[in-house]
């Protein structure tokens, strides 16, 4: 079991910047991917991007390339997501989550934080 808790969120104006962090404890090691996720008012969950925890791959959604980084730092067992240019439609609620390599990297994840909320103002 992996337990996750985000942090970073806030109020930021439109082409501004912020890290997201979240902290893992439990079993997640190697095998593992390190997401995160948002879900905007009135809006399914999405994904946005991933890491596997070996930090040797990256994804992204199409909104978030260029914009967004994903990084893990294993010492701090803390995965980031370093959002830049931010947009009033980046506005929700970030999630952190994580599941094994089995299948799909945006789909399937097992372990889920709390959320972060993020808002971007115009």
């Known amino acids: 079991q992996v337990q996750l808790v985000e942090s970073g969120g806030g109020l930021v104006q439109a082409g501004g910047s912020l890290r997201l962090s979240c902290a893992v404890s439990g079993r997640a090691n190697h095998n593992y991917y390190m997401g995160w996720f948002r879900q905007a008012p009135g809006r399914e969950r999405e994904f946005v991007s991933t890491?596997?925890?070996?930090?040797?791959?990256?994804y992204y959604t199409d909104s978030a390339r260029g914009r967004f980084i994903i990084s893990r730092d294993s010492a701090k067992n803390t995965v980031y997501l370093e959002m830049n240019s931010l947009k009033p439609e980046d506005t929700a609620i970030y999630y952190c989550?994580?599941?094994?390599?089995?299948?799909?990297?945006?789909?399937?994840?097992?372990?889920w934080g709390q959320g972060t909320r993020v808002t971007v103002s115009s």
């Open positions: 989550a994580s599941k094994n390599l089995t299948g799909g990297y945006s789909y399937g994840y097992t372990s």
């Open positions: 890491i596997t925890w070996s930090g040797g791959l990256t």
